[in-house]
């Protein structure tokens, strides 16, 4: 067992430095590994040259892909295509995938029990079985859990951009600016997250995409609601060949008065949830406070 997690410690630790140094050099990698991929065609495998290449590029990181890949594949089709929803809501940050994120679960949920393990036995307390399989159940679940609050916390600020960069949408249109031109100058004026999607679904409609489903790809790739109501109403507009100046107007003032109602909603649901802060937590010092020294002389009182 302890050999186990001295192995699980070593492991976690080179899996860390590799992804920092992936994160400190991520484009130098990319520019590297597209090059690879050129020579490959053109480099025969068995030249000695090739023998020259790191350890690390001819034997770690085939192994760990090949590693990754096995575990991508044992996950469940429908498990898997969750993941790789969530992942792409989150903006696919490091560039993770879904065979990346079940290899780092199951890394995580050794490595937390290792670790427990390690300080018990240092500590000379007695090791708790249960523990170690409830660290291993947490460590499981936290890589996607994290995953999830990004994705989560992408979608509210995508939701919440929206109103005001249909506003600016609208303006620019009024103003005379195709809805193209004025999509991209809108974009340039508010950067963010669906800036970023929406300038990826011009590029798209750009390089021969059909328009409509470079438009709804902005949904598959955000999860909001809002956008879907948006983008369906410009697809209507535009098969319909009415004013989409009318249309910006009205979908500007519903998605104004959405995020009002949202933040009406928000501020009733704060008493609520600041009843067991108070209740639990300000109260009893509340009470200390004011009937404390009323109870001390109490009892120095009786005990006179």
Do not use: C, W
Request: net charge positive; hydrophobic share 50%; proline share 5%.
């Amino acid at each position: 067992m302890m050999i186990l997690a001295y192995l699980s410690v070593i492991a976690f630790v080179a899996y860390l430095v590799q992804i920092i140094y992936g994160f400190a050099f991520k484009r130098r990698e990319k520019v590297k590994g597209r090059l690879h991929e050129l020579e490959q065609d053109f480099v025969d495998p068995t030249d000695e040259s090739v023998l020259q290449e790191p350890f690390k590029e001819r034997i770690i990181k085939p192994a760990y892909q090949k590693f990754t890949a096995l575990l991508g594949r044992t996950t469940p089709q429908g498990i898997s295509k969750a993941m790789e929803r969530t992942i792409i809501q989150a903006g696919s940050p490091g560039n993770i995938n879904v065979n990346r994120l079940v290899s780092m679960m199951f890394m995580v949920a050794i490595i937390l029990p290792a670790f427990y393990y390690l300080l018990l036995q240092a500590t000379g307390i007695e090791v708790n079985i249960l523990m170690i399989i409830l660290l291993a159940l947490a460590g499981f679940i936290l890589p996607y859990y994290i995953l999830n609050i990004k994705a989560r916390a992408r979608r509210a600020k995508i939701q919440k951009s929206l109103p005001d960069m249909l506003d600016l949408i609208f303006v620019s249109v009024e103003a005379g600016l195709g809805f193209d031109m004025a999509l991209k100058r809108t974009t340039e004026k508010m950067p963010g997250p669906l800036s970023d999607e929406i300038n990826r679904a011009i590029d798209e409609i750009n390089k021969g995409r059909r328009r409509e489903d470079a438009l709804r790809g902005i949904y598959k790739r955000t999860g909001v609601d809002d956008i879907s109501s948006f983008i369906t109403a410009v697809i209507q507009s535009e098969q319909l060949g009415s004013n989409i100046a009318n249309m910006l107007r009205v979908q500007s003032t519903s998605m104004r008065q959405k995020r009002r109602q949202r933040a009406e909603e928000a501020a009733m649901k704060v008493p609520i949830k600041m009843l067991f802060p108070l209740v639990f937590l300000m109260f009893p010092a509340l009470f200390i406070v004011i009937l404390g020294p009323a109870f001390i002389r109490i009892m120095s009182v009786f005990a006179d």
